[in-house]
């Protein structure tokens, strides 16, 4: 994209020469509006690799941070195990065989023993989102199939080994 608004700009460019050459102003005009408009386009496509390049280190520190809550909370949870969640993980990793195959959110829902489906739910979301005020993201859901989430499946499965 970048290249071909390069290549306009300098056919551009050369045209408003051209112009000026034969001293055309009603073609210089309209020239240097397109030569604004290029520059202007040139910025926008800039500002944009720039923002993605930004998102991309955003999004590595948050997994990053999510991986080292991770790390801190669970070794926690084994040792308060009346916490739900902490029962929600036990539940999903007897049930997935320690994360080898995908649980169904009902499943693990019925087989946590949670007697209220809203403290299930609320604890379970809060076990796959990143957030400031989460667990700590050790889930992923995918058409009500639970897994681990990836990076931190191996830290979690070590834990229950």
Known sequence: MKEIVNKIFEN???AYKESVLTENKIMEDKLLTILADIRYL???IENNKYIKKKKKKVNAEKI???VEKVKRKVPLW???TNQLNYR???TFMNLSNNNSHYVNITT???HSKIQDPRKFLAN???LKTISEKNHAKVFEEKNGQVTLWDPVSKIIENYFK
């Open 108 to 110: 693990l829902e019925s």
């Open 42 to 44: 040139q910025n926008d």
């Open 124 to 126: 379970y979301n809060l």
């Open 88 to 90: 929600i993980l036990k």
């Open 12 to 14: 551009t460019k050369n």
């Open 78 to 80: 084994l040792e308060k």
């Open 64 to 66: 990053n941070n999510e």
